[in-house]
């Protein structure tokens, strides 16, 4: 295979601003280079050595972009109602992937939202996103994503910004061994209710790297969502090591729609500042999550996130809330910051993510392992309390909680809650200090089979 190198500036006007935009359309000449890897004999290395403007590039396989500084990159002009960057062979689920050793390294992307649609409407399922849930709407929609990457193998983005995303920051859907390291997500036309997500992952997915990504959304900040959209899918062997969140809405989701899988997942260290709601670890909406679906085997270890406020209310605020089929879920080395509201530290329940409210055909949240190990609680004057585990319409088999310290002038709230319809088979307790609290376990409605201390 041939590989040619080509420096931006020597084809392009590169006379625009990845901030204020403005410049000559560099679009096709751009895009006339990137062509030259779409029929896959020849691997292009484009060196962005300014600003372009474009009306969205599309990307094949063995493509380098290289930005020399995030000075450089590109901003998309007004009404191109489209993504920054994709790939130019887009596979949905069940379609073999087709673009493949892709990467991204350094540069700004910025989309322009205060100009652009929010999303592009058809007549039938041609679009990527089913009519975005919102009634009366087309039959499928087009999010005017940043990124968009559907149907990927290798994929490599590093020492990227994207900014003021009109929808997501970035899709990946249908996808084998992506990394994503040192991303920033710059939002300053944030908009309220407006899905501006971050990285929202979509299965079929298996081998998948984040680390060290940082910035504000308005909506999740990392979302895997294996079969949100199909039903079916899985999503496996996932690590996430560093999230720094700056007043994001919410940190991270992970979603099982119905039959869906997800499985092997390892998120690491996640700081910053958050407000409704952190870790999402339930189903989107009461549809039947059947009894093999679900959650497999998910370790969290090293959280410091301190909310502050609420701007969605449609469920009541949380650090963790866990509903559905759980396998195992282990929480580890949490702390719990001088909180404004009585939020739940972890709240299990079928409680789903966009409705209050227990499961219409009487089903529960079934957790075989819940393991909270490394929780460190501090109240000072004016920090709200509550009930800081929480269990309501569930059955857990095995709970361990240990190595907890509550600290606290006054004595607030009970360190496990058992609500009505909760259930717990075995419940042990170990290395706890809570003098900063009314009781450990509190049953109002809910039962524990066997407790042991140690």
């Known amino acids: 295979m041939k590989f040619i190198t080509i420096l931006a500036s020597e084809i392009a ?42 009306r969205g590039l599309k990307v094949y396989s063995n493509t380098t972009i ?3 500084s995030a000075a450089c990159g590109f901003y998309l002009a007004d009404h191109s109602d489209c993504p920054v960057i994709q790939n130019g062979n887009l596979r ?10 892709i990467t991204l390294l350094g540069g700004t992307y910025n989309q ?26 087309a039959p499928s929609s087009d999010g005017v994503v940043n990124h968009q990457w559907v149907g990927v193998r290798r994929l490599t983005l ?11 920051a970035m899709t990946l859907c249908n996808w084998e061994h992506v990394v994503i390291e040192n991303i920033e997500i710059e939002l300053p036309g944030r908009v309220h209710g407006q899905n501006q997500d971050g990285i929202h992952v979509f299965g079929p997915g298996r081998f998948l790297t984040i680390r060290n990504a940082s910035g504000c959304t308005s909506d999740d900040f990392i979302a895997l969502a294996p079969d949100e959209r199909d039903g079916i899918s899985t999503i496996t062997d996932v690590v996430i090591d560093g999230v720094h969140l700056d007043d994001a809405d919410q940190a991270i989701r992970m979603l099982c729609h119905k039959d869906g899988v997800l499985d092997r997942v390892t998120i690491r260290n996640i700081s910053g500042t958050y407000r409704s709601f952190g870790f999402f670890i339930n189903p989107f ?4 999550l059947s009894e093999n679906a679900g959650y497999r085997n998910i370790l969290i270890d090293g959280v410091d996130l301190r909310s502050n406020g609420v701007d969605y209310t449609y469920t009541p605020p949380f650090l963790f809330r866990v509903g559905g089929q759980v396998d195992n879920l282990t929480l580890k080395n949490i702390t719990h910051y001088c909180p404004h509201d009585a939020r739940p530290v972890v709240d299990v329940g079928l409680r789903y993510y966009m409705d209050n409210v227990p499961s219409p055909d009487g089903s529960i949240t079934h957790v075989r392992n819940l393991t909270v190990d490394g929780l460190t609680v501090i109240r000072k004057e004016g920090s709200a309390a509550g009930d800081l585990i929480r269990l309501q319409d569930c059955k857990v088999e095995h709970l361990a909680v240990k190595n907890v310290t509550v600290l606290d002038d006054h004595k607030r709230g009970s360190l496990i809650a058992l609500e009505q319809g909760a259930t717990v088979k075995a419940l042990r307790l170990s290395s706890v200090y809570a003098d900063g609290l009314e009781q450990t376990v509190k049953t109002h409605g809910g039962s524990v089979e066997h407790l042991m201390e140690e």
């Not at 403005?22 to 679009?27: L, N, P, V």
């Not at 689920?93 to 050793?101: C, F, K, L, P, S």
């Not at 590093?158 to 997501?168: A, E, G, K, L, N």
């Open 158 to 168: 590093r020492d990227v910004v994207i900014r003021d995303q009109r929808t997501y």
């Open 66 to 68: 290289e930005c020399l």
């Open 112 to 137: 322009n939202c205060a100009n652009q649609v929010h999303s592009i409407h058809y007549d039938d399922d041609r679009g990527f996103f089913p009519g975005w849930n919102i009634p009366g709407s």
């Open 13 to 54: 006007h590169l006379d625009s601003d990845v901030i204020r935009g403005g410049g000559t359309d560099d679009t096709a000449v751009l895009q006339q280079t990137l062509d030259l890897a779409k029929n896959g004999d020849v691997g292009v290395h484009l060196i962005m050595d300014g600003a372009a403007l474009i």
């Open 285 to 288: 909406h009461p549809t039947g």
């Open 92 to 101: 949905k689920e069940g379609q073999a992937i087709v673009d493949h050793n």
